[in-house]
């Protein structure tokens, strides 16, 4: 067992309002440079969409993440023998057209403009080539345009559901959203770490977070084409990768990252995970069906005397172990298994999960009013307006048994909730729910607590980041590139004396 720490997320789609607040904050902290216009390490998606860039999740085109035959684990984007062919020009990474043009406005001609009948209008101008420019696409252009034809219908999450269900979720009247906020997943098994050609990316020891060393960083920009996720840019004006690093420099000094403080809707959660890294390439050859299980495998007990005993011989502090057993991130992942990760199947093991969003009712409007498809306990889970395999495809590699179980526990704990506090639900047929759900009262009670009523302190439970004695535990990044499970291989030095 070779016991490490991560720093890791939860997002709770179902309280998301999209209101972007998380993006502007990101965006003024660490993107409002030059060569920086297009970037937006936090950017919040609507989905049924294409998002940004444009069909991300269609790893056709852009050949990002890791695939394997059960034997041996590979990157899409490019091999060992694919290295000097790409390294001028990567056949599948994203252009410009699939980001969008960045531009300004000419405000000066709001201020100058002479005296006149006509209202002054700032004319958008190209942060490119500085000339005015009609503007086409954003970063979230497809915002509440859900089952759009455009956007919507062009979702490869759509590629398993039928062309009726297709046809009946794009009714103008049965149109349906929700809001998908994305940062970069610092994956246990970061294919943007294994595809750097010049060991610039590494995955720090002591938490987990993958950063971008701009020294090394010579450009190739083999990260942007690997990531699956798209989250790792090019800087244009210095000719260096740039990326999410999760305001390390305030989580060190207990702050939450921008974009987690100031979330309106108190979707994010904070924590760490003790895991175990010598499982990392075995879980990454799972089949896809048992790659949600196999990853929830890898997240360690932090009550376990073992784990302790071996965490604290890898050099994780005490104080970080007491953290990972405070951590929501475990209780959603591990314990309450409602939280779970976005395409899986790419195999990067991302450290982001998400609970997945309940859906209006399916039902129909009858002279009697509106009635419901199925008169059981879940049916507006079973028939709900974004079907079922549209959710697995995004949350569960195609397999919907894991989606289906977070639902049905969210809605047994609304119900459950609803009883207690409203009594126009019978208790009894609560219970029920809960226990159909694999859920008892205190574990109701304390999913409701987290996710409703929780403070400060219960969504963000930071370690000290101990930099007196923060581990190196990385092996040189250019000795073991192209390589699972980046830089867990051998036992970890201590920096300092």
Not at 59 to 74: I, S
Request: charged share 25%.
């Amino acid at each position: 067992m070779d016991v490490r720490a991560q720093t890791s997320m939860v997002f709770h789609l179902d309280k998301c309002i999209g209101c972007h607040t998380c993006s502007i904050a990101c965006k003024n902290v660490w993107t409002d440079r030059k060569g920086t216009e297009y970037m937006w390490w936090n950017n919040v998606e609507t989905k049924p969409g294409t998002g940004y860039p444009t069909a991300w999740e269609d790893q056709n085109k852009y050949q990002g993440g890791w695939k394997t035959d059960g034997q041996k684990l590979e990157l899409r984007s490019t091999s060992r023998r694919h290295v000097v062919a790409n390294i001028f020009h990567h056949p599948h990474m994203p252009s410009m057209d699939d980001y969008y043009e960045p531009w300004t406005y000419d405000y000066q001609h709001l201020f100058n403009a002479p005296e006149g009948s006509d209202q002054p209008t700032a004319r958008p101008l190209s942060m490119v080539t500085g000339e005015p420019m009609e503007i086409e696409a954003g970063p979230n252009w497809d915002d509440d345009l859900g089952g759009s034809p455009v956007y919507a219908e062009n979702d490869s999450n759509f590629d398993d559901v039928s062309e009726d269900l297709k046809a009946q979720m794009f009714a103008i009247e049965r149109l349906v959203f929700f809001y998908f906020p994305r940062i970069c997943n610092h994956c246990l098994n970061p294919a943007c770490v294994a595809s750097c050609p010049s060991g610039a990316l590494y995955k720090r020891g002591e938490d987990g977070i993958v950063l971008v060393d701009q020294q090394i960083c010579r450009a190739w920009r083999s990260c942007v084409a690997a990531c699956p996720y798209k989250k790792t840019f090019f800087n244009w004006n210095t000719g260096k990768a740039e990326k999410c690093i999760l305001c390390y420099p305030r989580l060190e000094t207990g702050q939450a990252p921008a974009c987690f403080h100031s979330c309106v809707g108190r979707i994010r959660y904070l924590g760490v995970l003790l895991y175990d890294a010598s499982r990392l390439e075995e879980v990454a050859k799972l089949p896809d069906d048992q790659l949600v299980e196999g990853q929830r495998s890898l997240i360690l007990d932090p009550f376990d005397p073992e784990v302790i005993a071996e965490a604290r011989k890898n050099g994780v502090h005490d104080s970080v172990i007491q953290a990972a057993q405070d951590s929501p991130i475990y209780k959603f992942v591990k314990v309450w298994k409602i939280a779970l990760p976005p395409h899986i199947e790419y195999r990067t093991l991302p450290m982001l999960f998400y609970v997945p969003p309940m859906s209006p009712v399916m039902a129909a409007q009858s002279e009697t009013g509106v009635a419901h498809e199925d008169q059981g306990f879940f049916h507006d889970i079973e028939n709900s307006r974004v079907p079922m395999q549209f959710l697995a495809k995004l949350f569960g590699a195609g397999h919907e048994n894991k989606v289906r179980y977070a639902l049905k526990k969210q809605k047994a704990v609304r119900w459950y909730r609803r009883a207690v506090t409203v009594g126009d639900v019978p208790m009894a047929e609560a219970e029920e729910m809960l226990r159909q759900a694999d859920c008892t009262p205190e574990e109701a009670q304390a999913i409701y607590r987290l996710t409703a009523i929780c403070t400060f302190e219960e969504r963000f439970v930071i370690p000290p980041a101990h930099r007196e004695e923060a581990l190196a535990m990385l092996e040189d990044p250019l000795a073991v590139k192209q390589s699972v499970g980046f830089g867990f291989q051998g036992p970890p030095p201590h920096r300092g004396p």
